[in-house]
């Protein structure tokens, strides 16, 4: 059984249809992959599945359950996590205590930081810090990070959910050839270790080509292809419309 599954899903905005009868299925364990132009609905896609968008049309499955319609925090609940193309985080809270804050809110709490649960989640988010070497950084206030540190921080708040289903929106958008190689390893050691589904979109064509399993290509709302790397790659209408072949 697909750990995800969308089916006819579409949203418009107005008269405009952003994401236009749109069917994917992710299996366990899988990264997969949207790519596709900008504007193509794949930031609208990823809104639809975690609930923060409600579609015109279609449905959204978790491990074979209809999420279609449920609010966006018991989506995360059933571990289903996400980043957002933007940052997320607070610029003037600490890195350490952004992701504290991430703890709480996942656990019901408000973010007050001398409560007891918020001293208990203390350890833990100094671990999460660890597991993506922003340990060095957990003082520091999150707005003065670099920007690729930003993002790296933004994956340990969507971590914070402990999903078993992570979406990242644009993981390496704005990052540096280096900032974006080391993103790219860290994100595939964090999927390995937690044993993570994973769905991103990407600009980034070698990254995609790198480590997706299976992608699909949006274009104009719509999926106009999808498969395996070798298959997408060769396919004439994505060389056409995409790859500017
Ligand atoms: P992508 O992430 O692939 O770049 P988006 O999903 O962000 O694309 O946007 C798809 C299309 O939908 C774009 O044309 C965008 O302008 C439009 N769109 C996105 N959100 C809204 C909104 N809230 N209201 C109106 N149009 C929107
Ligand atoms: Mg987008």
Redesign the pocket.
């Known amino acids: 059984m697909p750990v995800l599954e969308v089916c006819g899903l579409s949203k418009s905005?107005?008269g405009?249809r952003?994401?236009s009868d749109v069917d994917l299925v992710v299996a366990e364990g899988e990264i997969a992959a949207v790519i596709?132009?900008?504007?193509?609905?794949?930031?609208?896609?990823f809104s639809l599945i975690t609930g923060h968008l409600q579609p015109t049309a279609g449905r959204v499955l978790v491990n074979g359950r209809d999420i279609t319609g449920v609010a966006p925090h018991k989506i995360c609940g059933m571990g289903l996590g996400r980043s957002f193309?933007r940052t997320n985080i607070f610029p003037k809270l600490t890195v350490l205590e952004n992701v504290r804050a991430a703890l709480l809110a996942h656990r019901g709490q408000g973010p007050n930081f001398w409560s007891r649960a918020n001293r208990l989640c203390h350890g833990e988010a100094q671990a999460l810090l660890a597991s993506i070497g922003l340990s060095v950084h957990a003082p520091a206030t999150a707005g003065t990070l670099s920007y690729g540190n930003q993002k790296q921080l933004e994956l340990g708040i969507a971590l914070a959910s402990d999903p078993k289903i992570l979406l990242l929106d644009e993981p390496t958008a704005g990052m540096s050839a280096s900032e974006t190689h080391e993103t790219i390893a860290l994100i595939e050691r964090i999927a390995r270790e937690r044993r993570l589904t994973l769905l991103f979109?990407e600009h980034d064509m070698a990254v995609v080509f790198s480590i997706a399993h299976r992608i699909a290509v949006?274009y104009q709302?719509r999926v106009i292809a999808h498969g395996d790397p070798v298959a997408v790659r060769a396919d004439a209408q994505v060389r056409r419309v995409y790859l500017g072949d």
């Open positions: 905005f107005g405009f952003a994401v596709g132009p900008n504007g193509a609905g794949k930031s609208t896609l193309q979109t949006m709302g």
